[in-house]
C-alpha cells in the first residue's frame, strides 16, 4: 500500500485518539468537580457516559487492529501503533476511575467536608492537566516532554499521602467520621491510579522514540524535579 494511504490512517488515529483522551479528561474534572460541588446530576452523567468512553475506546481499537493488517507498518510506525492500541486501554482505565468517583458521590449523596473536597478536587484537576499533556507529547513524540510530566506523578503521590495521613486524623477525631473518611480515601486513590496511568502513556511516547520499554515507576529512573 502507498505512504500516502498509511499517513492517512494514522492521522485519523491520532485524531480520535485525541478525542477519546478529551473525553476522559473531560470525565475526570467533571468526577471530582460534582463532587466538591454537592452536584448528583453532574455525577450521574459521568457515570452514564463512561459508557461513549467504553464504546469509543473498542472502536479505535478495531481501527488500529485494520491499519496493521492492511497497512502492514514497520518500525516506529508499527511502535507507534501498538502505544496506541496500549493507551486506549489507558485511558479506558482512567474513564473508569472517573465513573467510580461519580458513584461514591451518588452513595454519599454529599460529603460535607470542604477542605478534603478542595485536596480531590486539585488532584483531579492535576491528574487531567498532566493525562492533557501527556498525550500532546505522545502524538508528537516529545520525549523530553513526557519525561517531565512522569515527574508530576510524585506531586500526585505527595498529595495522597499527606490527604491519607489527615483522614487518619480526621477519623480519631471522631469515629463517627470513619465512613466519610473512606469514600473520600477512594476517591483519593482512583485519582492516583490515574496519574499512574498517565505515567504509563509517557512511558509509551518514549518507546516510540526509542524502541526500549521503560519502568519509570523505578527510582532510580525517575526524572528529578
Known sequence: MPRKSLD????????????????????????????????????????????????????????????????????????????????????????????TIARISLMSEGISVPRFLRITYDMGVKASDMLHRAMTAFIHTNVPSATRIIADDDIIDEMYNNLYLELVEFVVRGAHNLERANQLFWVAHNLERAADRVTNICERTIYVETGELVDMAQPSLRPQK
Open 8 to 99: 492517512h490512517d494514522l492521522q485519523i488515529i491520532r485524531d480520535d485518539l485525541l478525542l477519546l483522551s478529551s473525553m476522559v479528561e473531560t470525565a475526570l474534572v467533571e468526577s471530582v468537580s460534582a463532587l466538591k460541588e454537592h452536584d448528583m446530576e453532574k455525577s450521574r452523567a459521568v457515570r452514564d457516559n463512561d459508557d461513549q468512553i467504553n464504546e469509543k475506546r473498542f472502536n479505535l481499537e478495531g481501527q488500529i487492529i485494520v491499519t496493521i493488517a492492511t497497512q502492514a507498518p514497520v518500525l516506529f510506525d508499527l511502535r507507534f501503533l501498538a502505544s496506541a492500541m496500549n493507551i486506549c486501554t489507558e485511558l479506558e482505565r482512567i474513564g473508569d476511575y472517573a465513573k
